[in-house]
């Protein structure tokens, strides 16, 4: 379980990566596009600008799916996975220490820290 818990996490994190390198690329192009034209090779300049667009636009589907899959493993687990290291805490005390990386972890603080992590605005749900 923390395994995949830690293949979903690190899958999501390198899609936001991705997708925080290639979204200026996409603006510089078509900045560059709109602003002269395309010219200086229209043709392959179109053709870099759509492939970068369409690259940007799979990396955000992956992103998705992953952040849909790592949301689906911590409500498996009851919010108890440690947001440090995304170790199994269900086996442990209600409150404590993480055996992973030391991390204090409460009930409250797991369910804050995971409703941050993958519920957007409108999903929170204030008690």
Same mark, same amino acid.
């Given at each position: 379980?923390?395994?995949?818990? $830690?293949?979903?996490?690190?899958?999501?994190?390198?899609?936001?990566?991705?997708?925080?390198?290639?979204? &200026?690329?996409?603006?510089?192009? *078509?900045? $560059? #596009?709109?602003? *002269?034209?395309?010219?200086?090779?229209?043709?392959?300049?179109?053709?870099?600008?759509?492939?970068?667009?369409?690259?940007?636009?799979?990396? +955000?589907?992956? #992103?998705?799916?992953?952040?849909?899959?790592?949301?689906?493993?911590?409500?498996?687990?009851?919010?108890?996975?440690?947001?440090?290291?995304? $170790?199994?805490?269900?086996? +442990?005390?209600?409150?404590?220490?993480?055996?992973?990386?030391?991390? &204090?972890?409460?009930?409250?603080? +797991?369910?804050?820290? *995971?409703?941050?992590?993958?519920?957007? &605005?409108?999903?929170?749900?204030?008690?």
């Amino acid at each position: 379980m923390p395994r995949v818990a $830690y293949e979903v996490t690190k899958f999501e994190r390198a899609c936001r990566y991705l997708m925080g390198l290639v979204l &200026p690329i996409i603006l510089i192009s *078509w900045l $560059y #596009w709109s602003l *002269w034209g395309g010219k200086f090779g229209t043709a392959l300049s179109l053709a870099i600008m759509i492939t970068i667009s369409i690259a940007y636009a799979a990396t +955000l589907v992956m #992103w998705m799916i992953a952040r849909t899959r790592g949301k689906r493993i911590v409500l498996a687990s009851q919010k108890r996975i440690c947001p440090g290291c995304l $170790y199994d805490l269900r086996t +442990l005390e209600e409150s404590g220490l993480c055996p992973e990386c030391g991390r &204090p972890y409460t009930p409250s603080s +797991l369910k804050d820290a *995971w409703e941050r992590t993958y519920m957007l &605005p409108f999903e929170r749900v204030e008690q």
